[in-house]
């Protein structure tokens, strides 16, 4: 007597109730709900149509009222989509997040004092979710000690309207720790590929896999409600299991999408997704200019065999540069929204990789950034100090929050920072192996007091940690005492355009050293990593 395995349980239907219009699945969100946004940067997997379907609700009825909502990266396109669809006060009184800055109706909200809202490193929220998940009491980290999300400082409030923040500051076996009590998650929001007909998503055209599983889990848990929306919806048994990212029985209701777009900027590319053979793609190089110069500086700092992190913004020309130099391969890129290898996206494209090596859950990425794996770190500033220390979190009332800034920045053995000098319509003349200023910008960036600590230098000190921050005329480096000044680029007077731009005055220890004049010519520099951090 033999039995049969059915390739899919039951007659393989679908399972009643599981598919919503949008309209149905938001008008199951109750007043008071704290709702969990997925996605992980720009509109990478965010639930376009479920948040569009929520902001149309309230416009007919004024509910739901009193949301928390909870994000990890800033979900926006600068131009009204993702969070901005319920960026509405009175629908919202509080958001928890690590980015704001793709979504200018929410930044207003927050710099207007309109709601609440506690900007935390992106890795504390994600990991947070998985210890609801599994009804543990709370998260203890110590990633944001020393920064503006200490309760000894802001405690991550990013506005006067908000009057306490998430954590406490104890201290477990004589180390200091921040903990972030569980609270329930009573509603999620998710975006996926495809659906079977028994809920289980799968992400076969989507660049990331975000915090999917982990939400899905802390809702669940929290008995809450789980919603996908999707791009279609299959027979059950079609999906292969090794495909499913979050599987039906952590999911309540699906619906169809009508935002098939991968980012903002692309809708399906699938040298992205990492699910068929990597193949030879071609890229453009950096324009050559004073980005181009502030990139190569700071690939100069990475050792072969590394594993990496490269931020947005001028940093991520990083990798552009080791590419076109010919050692891309030489060391590990990683993104913290779960993605090894391949060449990071830019822009609205960020968070996605070209031809990845591998792709994870984010949670899991943090749990290697926090737990110190990072060997070299390329990350923006918008302004640094004498201390050393670093703000990316907000500037002059503006709300921006770190993204996962702090979790990168914190436990990296080797950080790199990489900004212009000054900002405010700069205008430089890049060639012939020299650095000519035209105009300088409006304003600076190397201040005497940061106005929010994302990266505190004294704790870095103490770390042990390689501290540069490089821009297109000089280069620093966090010493025992302070910031200090190593190198100016050649065409560059050292009084009347470094000196005297500045907010403080850097240390100097002769001879101070001019920057490789190979940074300043258009072709390809000769850059090589440096020899492996770990020998024999």
């Known amino acids: 007597m033999t039995l049969t395995l059915k390739p899919a349980p039951g007659d393989g239907s679908r399972r009643p109730g599981l598919v919503l219009t949008p309209e149905d699945a938001v008008a ?7 709702l969990a946004v997925g996605g992980s940067g720009s509109l990478l997997q965010v639930p376009e149509t479920l948040l569009a379907a929520l ?21 926006g396109d600068h131009q009204g989509r993702g969070i901005d669809h319920i960026a509405i006060p009175g629908l919202v009184r509080r958001f928890v997040g690590s980015h704001f800055v793709l979504s200018p109706r929410q930044q207003r909200a927050i710099a207007d004092n309109q709601v609440e809202a506690i900007g935390l490193p992106a890795g504390t929220i994600s990991l947070l979710y998985r210890e609801i998940a599994g009804g543990r009491p709370g998260l203890f980290t110590d990633i944001g000690l020393g920064t503006f999300v200490d309760p000894r400082q802001e405690w991550g409030r990013m506005n006067d309207r908000t009057r306490e923040g998430l954590s406490e500051l104890i201290t477990l076996a004589g180390r200091e720790w921040l903990f972030y009590p569980r609270f329930n998650v009573h509603f999620g929001l998710l975006r996926a590929s495809v659906a079977d007909a028994h809920g289980n998503l799968a992400m076969d055209d989507e660049a990331a896999f ?18 996908a929306e999707v791009k279609r919806i299959v027979p059950a048994g079609e999906l292969p299991a090794g495909r499913i990212k979050v599987p039906g029985a952590l999911v309540d209701h ?5 935002w098939p777009n991968q980012t903002p900027i692309t809708r399906s590319d699938p040298r992205r997704t990492g699910v068929q053979p990597n193949r030879p793609t071609a890229i453009t190089p950096l324009p050559f200019d004073h980005r181009k110069v502030v990139a190569r500086r700071a690939a100069q700092e990475i050792h072969e065999d590394d594993l990496a992190n490269l931020g947005v913004g001028m940093a991520n020309g990083i990798s552009y540069v080791a590419l076109e130099e010919g050692f891309l391969d030489r060391f590990t890129l990683s993104i913290e929204q779960g993605v090894f290898g391949g060449l990071p996206g830019v822009g609205l494209d960020s968070g996605t990789a070209i031809n990845p090596t591998a792709i994870v859950d984010m949670s899991s990425q943090f749990d290697l950034y926090d737990g110190g794996a990072l060997d070299f770190a390329g990350l923006a500033f918008a302004e640094f100090d004498a201390e050393g220390n670093v703000n990316v979190a907000g500037v002059d009332g503006t709300p921006i929050g770190p993204g996962g800034f702090i979790d990168i920045s914190q436990k990296a053995k080797t950080v790199v920072f990489c900004g212009t000098f000054r900002g405010g319509d700069l205008d430089v003349r890049v060639g ?19 106005q929010r600590i994302a990266f505190d230098g004294r704790r870095a000190r103490r770390a042990g940690q390689r501290v540069l921050y490089v821009t297109e005329r000089a280069v620093f480096r966090l010493g025992a005492d302070g910031v200090e000044l190593i190198e ?12 005297a731009r500045m907010g403080f005055t850097p240390i100097i220890r002769e001879p101070l050293r001019e920057m490789d004049g190979r940074l300043f010519h258009p072709e390809p520099a000769g850059l090589r990593c440096l020899p492996p951090r770990r020998l024999g």
Do not use: C, F
Not at 28 to 34: A, E, N, Q
Not at 210 to 227: C, E, F, K, P, R
């Open 28 to 34: 199951l969100v109750s007043p008071g709900d704290t």
């Open 55 to 75: 902001e149309q609700r309230w416009g007919k009825e004024q509910a739901p009222n009193d949301l928390t909502v909870v994000h990890v990266m800033g979900l």
């Open 210 to 227: 975000s915090d999917n599983l982990a939400i899905a889990q802390a809702v669940h848990n929290s008995g809450g409600t789980v919603v």
């Open 254 to 258: 699906v619906v169809i999408t009508d």
């Open 432 to 450: 012939e192996g020299r650095l000519e200023i035209v105009r300088d910008g409006r304003y600076g960036k190397l201040v005497d007091r940061v």
């Open 488 to 499: 100016i680029a050649p065409g560059v007077d050292l009084q009347r355009d470094v000196l």
